[in-house]
């Protein structure tokens, strides 16, 4: 994938080391989440932000330059997450893990536009970096059918705690069918894994959730 030096970049960080960021992010996610896609979500005039958006969580904001165009939330399963918070129901099968070496992905997403796939494709890979910097074993989500399809033709294996589910209706009145599972970071194909690492290391990252005095990763 041919990706121009320099023309994207992303921050991995909390609300506390980039709070101008980080709320940047909660609007984005209201105009994509619920303007957009017509999610069900309480938001203020600040954006869309929950009881999850907390001390703990990191975020992942990837940007065109100036421009944010995406990213995702990122919360270690050994805190309160959402996927075990809200929709218990969804883990028939097998339980939600409950471990630092977990991490939950939730409100993932990139603008649609000209670029919408080389976003999504810089999504996935920062995703899987993120992973590996903070060396987790799996990545766990709530998501539709759709979004699981999709990771199946990226050659991203997953598996699911339960059977899909319908967990409500969106604005338009269309029922959401949704499956909780997870990626394990093991079980991924080494060629596939190559392949997003090239892509990230496209992509200049900068750390802030490292204590202080420790250097930024750039990738």
């Not at 959401?176 to 894994?193: N, T, Y």
């Amino acid at each position: 994938m041919s990706i121009p030096p320099h023309e994207y970049r992303a921050i991995i960080t909390t609300e506390v080391a980039h709070p101008k960021e980080v709320a940047d992010f909660f609007r984005f996610r209201k105009w994509l989440f619920i303007d957009r896609c017509g999610w069900r979500l309480p938001f203020t005039a600040a954006g869309e932000r929950d009881q999850f958006d907390g001390a703990d969580t990191e975020y992942c904001l990837l940007y065109d330059r100036d421009r944010l165009i995406g990213g995702f939330r990122a919360i270690r399963t050994d805190f309160p997450y959402l996927a075990e918070g809200v929709f218990p129901e969804l883990a028939t099968v097998r339980p939600f893990p409950r471990t630092p070496l977990a991490w939950e992905i939730s409100r993932f997403g990139v603008l649609s536009g000209n670029n919408d796939r080389t976003a999504a494709k810089l999504n996935y890979a920062l995703m899987f970096k993120f992973a590996a910097l903070k060396r987790a074993t799996c990545l766990v989500a709530i998501a539709d059918l759709t979004y699981e399809r999709f990771l199946a033709m990226l050659g991203v294996q997953t598996s699911r705690y339960g059977p899909p589910q319908e967990i409500g209706r969106n604005a338009f009145g269309e029922p959401l069918m949704a499956v909780a599972g997870e990626i394990s970071l093991h079980a991924q194909d080494p060629a596939r894994m190559s392949y997003f690492a090239d892509i990230a290391n496209n992509l200049e990252i900068t750390d802030a959730t490292h204590v202080l005095g420790r250097p930024l990763v750039s990738a």
